[in-house]
């Protein structure tokens, strides 16, 4: 199996997860993320991923200490246990 097919059915498997859920990045998570991003010193898509778990209210769940440290005055944060 080549590499793109092997990619394509990993997708379709994570797609298939019972608590996968996708959430399009219109105007609410956008304006949203803006806010968040300008107010914490946080990147676009750093912004994005807390404004989605705000909206959602869980835990934003990330390896990036920045992330973390920058939006654990806005939403609950932690660090994926391995």
Do not use: F
């Amino acid at each position: 199996m080549d590499q793109l097919a092997q990619q394509v059915g990993a997708n379709q498997q994570i797609l298939q997860m019972p608590t996968m859920q996708l959430i399009s990045v219109g105007s609410n998570v956008g304006q949203l993320a803006a806010k968040i991003a300008s107010e914490n010193q946080l990147r676009g898509a750093g912004a994005v991923y807390v404004a989605t778990a705000q909206l959602l209210d869980v835990p934003l769940v990330s390896w990036d200490q920045e992330q973390l440290t920058r939006a654990s005055n806005i939403i609950s944060t932690a660090i994926p246990s391995t």
